[in-house]
Structure formats: structure tokens, C-alpha cells
């Protein structure tokens, strides 16, 4: 009985701090597009600041954690893909619309899903898979790409997606050791020096206009990192996913708000296939 209520209660607070997380990146997204695309701040500059501010911010929510771990070569693997895709992503967000770039980025539960099942030995039940697929077919009716002109650049949230998937695979393997303090300590602080090699040909200015809004994606990632640690802490790799898709109406309208980057009409029935699909599941998981 005891068992039975701990997995309802990760199967709704786990989506729960997910869902959080995708709300605070959607806000640090339109910020990075904000700096990149208004006022021509280097991709790899902003990333570069962008974590390294995260690292300040999040100091406060992790200082009782410990921060010693036993598994430094599984932190650097998880940094390193993250890192990728750090950069893939935000060069991909400076040069296609913002629910373009989002739309792409749900292939990532997809690699997500596979991948907990290879490497994590997750039990892939059909509603997972099932509403993993949903999901994507919600993101492709939103895309849209046969009625876009197709852009080489389009490309970088794929790949972001594809890195960040095994970073996601390896948080979840380090959550069974580490907790959501070190895990998000870790994996901001070694970011920057990383994020840092990849800025020295653009260099390490922001200018004063863009400065408050490279800082505001710092904190909010900042936040974001550290409910996705918790999420992963809480429930499975896989059965998170769905959830994922989430993050598309909420960088869609704040695309819309902000920039004025309006997706064909079709972008409301896709949003509500995905959030269809992420209820469902999270429905079949908890009766």
C-alpha cells in the first residue's frame, strides 16, 4: 500500500515539477530570442552568460545540499551533452521563429523513450509509447513543414533535441545516487568553462540592452534545472516525456506576445493532441 501511493504521488508530482520547468524555459527561451534575435547578441555569448548567472542563482536553492559525488565522469558525460546541446539550440533559436524551433524540439522524448528502455531498463508500456508518438504528431501538425520553406538551420533543435535526450537519460541514471541540489549544481557550474571555449570567437560582450535579458534567462533556467532534477527523482525517465510536450503552447504564445511570430491556425489543434496525449497518460499511470 505504501509502495502503491508513492508511485501515484511521483506520478503527479513529477509531471507537476516538469510541467513548472517547461513554463521557466519557455520564459528563458524568449529571452535568448529576445538578446540573439533584437539586439544581435552572439549565440555562444549568450549561452556563456546565460549559465553562468544560472550557476549564481541557484546557489541559494542547493546550499545545504552535499556536493561531493562519487560518479565525476557520469556528471562531465551529462555536461557535455547538455553543453551540445546548449549550443545547437540557442544558434537554432537565433535565425527560425521561436514555435518552430519548440515544434522540433519534441523529437527529444522520442530519444528519450528509446533510450530509457535500452539503457535505463524502463518498462515502455503502450500508453507511454502511444503518447509519446501522439505528442509528436501534435508537434508535426503545428510544424507544419510541408507548407514552410525548408531551412538548413532548422536542423539545430533536432540535434539539441537528440544531446539533450542523453543528458536526460544520464540525470535519471544519476538521480539514483545524487540529489537534485548536486545534480543541478553540477551539471550549471560545469557548463560555463564549456560554454566558455565556445564563446571565445565571439567574445564575451553583452550589450547594456540585452543585459537584463540574458540575465532573466539565467534565473529562469536556473529554476528550471532544478525542478527538472526533482522531477527525474520522483518518477520515470519515460513516463515524463509526454509531459514535455507541454512546453509548446507555452513558447508558442509567448513567441506570439513577444516577437509576433503567429504559427498557421493549425498550431491550436496540434497543441490540443498534445495535451490530450500528456493527460491521458498521466491518467492511465495514476488509476
Known sequence: MIQMKTMNRGAIVGPLYFVIAGALFAGSNTAVQGAGMVYGVPSATIAFWQYALASIAVLP?????????????????????????????????????????????????????????????????????????????????????????????????????????????VTKELTKTENAGTLTLALLVLLVPVNGLAAMGSGFTVTPEALWLVALAGLLVAG????????????????????????????????????????????????????????????DEVG
Not at 71 to 84: G, K, Q, S
Not at 237 to 256: E, R, S, T
Not at 268 to 275: C, E, H, Q
Open 61 to 169: 536553492m542547493v546550499w545545504t545540499a552535499s556536493w561531493r559525488s562519487d560518479r565525476p565522469l557520469m556528471h562531465l558525460l551529462r555536461v557535455v551533452l547538455a553543453a551540445i546541446g546548449v549550443q545547437f539550440w540557442v544558434a537554432g533559436l537565433a535565425v527560425v521563429p521561436i514555435w518552430q524551433a519548440v515544434a522540433l524540439i519534441l523529437t527529444s522524448p522520442l530519444f528519450v523513450t528509446l533510450g530509457a528502455g535500452l539503457f535505463l531498463k524502463e518498462h515502455l508500456s503502450a500508453s507511454r509509447v502511444i503518447a509519446v508518438l501522439v505528442g509528436a504528431v501534435g508537434g508535426a501538425i503545428i510544424l507544419a513543414p510541408w507548407k514552410d520553406a525548408f531551412q538548413w538551420a532548422a536542423l539545430m533543435p533536432v540535434a539539441a533535441a537528440a544531446f539533450w535526450a542523453g543528458s536526460s537519460l
Open 224 to 283: 528550471a534545472q532544478y525542478l527538472l532534477a526533482r522531477a527525474y527523482m520522483v518518477a520515470d525517465a519515460a513516463y515524463l516525456q509526454p509531459f514535455d510536450h507541454l512546453k509548446l503552447p507555452l513558447n508558442v504564445a509567448l513567441g506570439i506576445v513577444f516577437f509576433g511570430f503567429a504559427p498557421p491556425g493549425m498550431m491550436w489543434i496540434g497543441a490540443g493532441v498534445i495535451i490530450g496525449a500528456s493527460g491521458w497518460v498521466m491518467r
